[in-house]
Each structure stands twice: as structure tokens, then as C-alpha cells.
């Protein structure tokens, strides 16, 4: 049985910084597309980024474009998701997600899902 397990989230001013960890057991993720949403008070689910395990190939919405940075410790089973000039608008529940092969975009494409880590940035 897959788990994700996130950490790192907290509160920050405008302008700062946080690093997100998720932590995958369970398997081996060599095949999977890790993947980073989030969740704002009364929105929907969007997607933020994704890395393939196989070769690396990084994933990012425009508004985080410039801003956000994945990365992935193979030898840790771990995603990173490294946020810079964080705005209020950032402010979200992220949530770590899976899923095998190819990447997605989309929510009702992962079938795996960490709790989720609040974010809450401050103006």
C-alpha cells in the first residue's frame, strides 16, 4: 500500500520562502509521477507541479511558474517542492499526490494521496 506523507508547511510573510517534503512508502516510484495541488478555502483542487521519477521531467502551473521549484531524492522516496516569493494568494492546503507512468494535471487522475500541509502566507 502506497503512502505520502507531507511536511513543512506553516506561516510565512509575503515575499518569503517554505520547503515542502512528501515522503513516499510503500513501493518502489521509479514508474511514478509525483505531484504537488492545493486547496484554497471554498476553491477547487489545482494542480501546482509535477516530476517524473523516470528521467527527472519537471511540471509547472503558470502561477507558480518562476517561483516554485520540484525536486526528488530517489534514494529518500521523497518530493520536494521548494516555494519562493510566496503571495498571499498561495495561501492552500497542499496535498502530495501519485500516480504510475504518465503525467497529469488533473485531480481525478490520482488515485494516491497524501493528508495535506496548510499554508498559510500572510500579507
Known amino acids: 500500500q502506497v503512502q505520502l506523507v507531507e511536511s513543512g508547511g506553516g506561516l510565512v510573510q509575503a515575499g518569503g520562502s517554505l520547503r515542502l517534503s512528501c515522503a513516499a512508502s510503500?513501493?518502489?516510484?521509479?514508474?511514478?509521477?509525483m505531484a504537488w495541488f492545493r486547496q484554497a478555502p471554498g476553491k477547487e483542487r489545482e494542480f501546482v507541479s509535477a516530476?517524473?521519477?523516470?528521467?527527472?521531467?519537471?511540471y509547472y502551473a503558470d502561477s507558480v511558474k518562476g517561483r516554485f521549484l520540484i525536486s526528488g531524492d530517489n534514494a529518500k522516496n521523497t518530493v520536494f517542492l521548494q516555494m519562493n516569493s510566496l503571495k498571499p494568494e498561495d495561501t492552500a492546503t497542499f496535498y502530495c499526490?501519485?500516480?504510475?507512468?504518465?503525467?497529469?494535471?488533473?485531480?481525478?487522475?490520482?488515485?494516491?494521496w497524501g493528508q495535506g500541509t496548510q499554508v498559510t502566507v500572510s500579507s
Open positions: 499526490a501519485a500516480r504510475r507512468w504518465s503525467y497529469s494535471n488533473r485531480v481525478s487522475n490520482y488515485n494516491t
Open positions: 510503500g513501493r518502489t516510484f521509479s514508474s511514478y509521477v
Open positions: 516530476i517524473r521519477w523516470a528521467d527527472s521531467t519537471t
